[in-house]
């Protein structure tokens, strides 16, 4: 069945979202201008990755007061950009915003869509997302919420990112007549809230023309799709103190905490695990809290916490370092690795203590 005109059947998403819209500290007053703040609209966008709106909203706000251009961001040093990051997660956004603003300070603003594409951490979602709300350009930005409404719109039967194109090509003409900053929020706020995938057509604007509800096929439309399972790991995060301080892992350049901070760990059990660590380990002698289930996108770690205090300082082993204790609670880190820190800093701290280095080696399995 061919595709209905999405300017007509689009036409009531505007007023409805203009009655509905939340007052968000990136949403420009005026949708029909371009944003004054462009910066402002990719801060939001890349932090809204992944994270919920109600999460990312203190975050921007601080990231806005410290870094409020693109000038002072891409001035900014690693360090204090992981720190304003830390605990939002995918740290690899804070990474590729900052390159990007880097890029943006010195060549300005991009006048295509291909251009912002080739920014760092940007991808046609985001690219697309800013586009219309920063810039005002026609640019469908289709992510989970968006394909989700669309399918139901049209009907869709199987995958709905099959048909990326043909729904940007549907929509396009859409947001060239009521407005690309508009209906791109519209839709996104449709979709977080009434067309969500247990939907509540009965207050829905479009539910006079939407398909998959005249059809009753909104529980099958769209498909929902076997995930993959996370991969589960088990490890020993391990705060080690001496007089020179903290042993701790530097930031890495790539990876799950790439930029950030980390404590020693050695995977549960695993003697050559541990080895590849730089810390002997022997399972099972030494767990100092109750741990606990730290979940990421493709990753379930269960974490069991320990900490133990050398009487004397000795060379840190291979890629560790000793960081003054006074320096710890400034370093960017991630949440596993902040709630450590946060168990060392409660009052009723008490790690095990060795009495020198030989002694701890011994605990974790030397
Ligand atoms: S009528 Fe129901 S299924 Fe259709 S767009 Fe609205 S909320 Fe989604």
């Known amino acids: ?34 944003h004054p703040d462009p ?43 992981h720190g304003l990051w830390a605990g939002l997660g995918y740290y690899r956004r804070a990474r590729n915003l900052h390159l990007a603003a880097g890029i943006l300070a010195r060549q300005g603003w991009p006048a295509d869509l291909d251009a912002l594409l080739a920014l760092p951490g940007l991808g046609p979602y985001t690219a697309a997302a800013l586009a219309a709300q920063a810039f005002q350009w026609p640019t469908p930005a289709l992510d989970g919420n968006t394909f989700r409404v669309a399918a139901r719109l049209l009907a869709l039967e199987g995958d709905p990112r099959r048909e990326a194109a043909a729904l940007r090509a549907w929509l396009q003409p859409a947001l060239a007549a009521h407005g690309p900053s508009r209906v791109t929020q ?28 005249l059809q009753g096929s909104t529980d099958r439309i769209p498909p929902v799709l076997p995930r993959a399972r996370p991969r589960s790991t088990e490890l020993y995060l391990v705060a080690i103190a001496s007089p020179a301080g903290w042993l701790l892992r530097p930031p890495e350049s790539k990876g799950l905490l790439a930029g950030l901070w980390n404590w020693p760990w050695v995977l549960a059990g695993t003697a050559a695990g541990a080895a590849e660590r730089g810390i002997p380990y022997r399972a099972g002698e030494c767990r100092a809290w109750p741990g606990w289930v730290q979940v990421y996108t493709h990753l379930r770690q269960t974490i069991h916490p320990l900490a133990l205090r050398l009487g004397d300082p000795r060379s840190a082993p291979e890629g560790l370092v000793w960081v003054a204790a006074g320096e710890l609670a400034k370093l960017p880190m991630g949440k596993r690795d902040q709630r450590l820190r946060e168990h060392l800093a409660q009052p009723t701290f008490l790690p095990w203590t060795a009495e020198d280095w030989d002694a701890a080696l011994a605990v974790l399995g030397a």
């Not at 996104?188 to 998959?212: F, I």
């Open 1 to 34: 069945m061919p595709f209905p005109d999405a300017q007509a059947l689009l036409a009531p998403l505007g007023p409805w979202f203009e009655a509905v819209k939340r007052t968000l500290p990136w949403r420009s007053p005026d949708l029909d201008l371009p």
């Open 39 to 81: 910066y402002a609209v990719l801060v939001s966008e890349v932090m809204l990755q992944q994270t919920q709106v109600a999460t990312v909203i203190p975050y921007f706000q601080r990231w806005m007061a410290r870094f409020p251009t693109l000038s002072a961001l891409a001035a900014a040093g690693e360090d204090e950009i």
């Open 186 to 213: 519209a839709l996104m706020e449709l979709g977080a809230t009434l067309c969500a995938p247990a939907p509540r057509c009965s207050a829905c604007p479009l539910r006079s023309a939407c398909r998959a509800h």
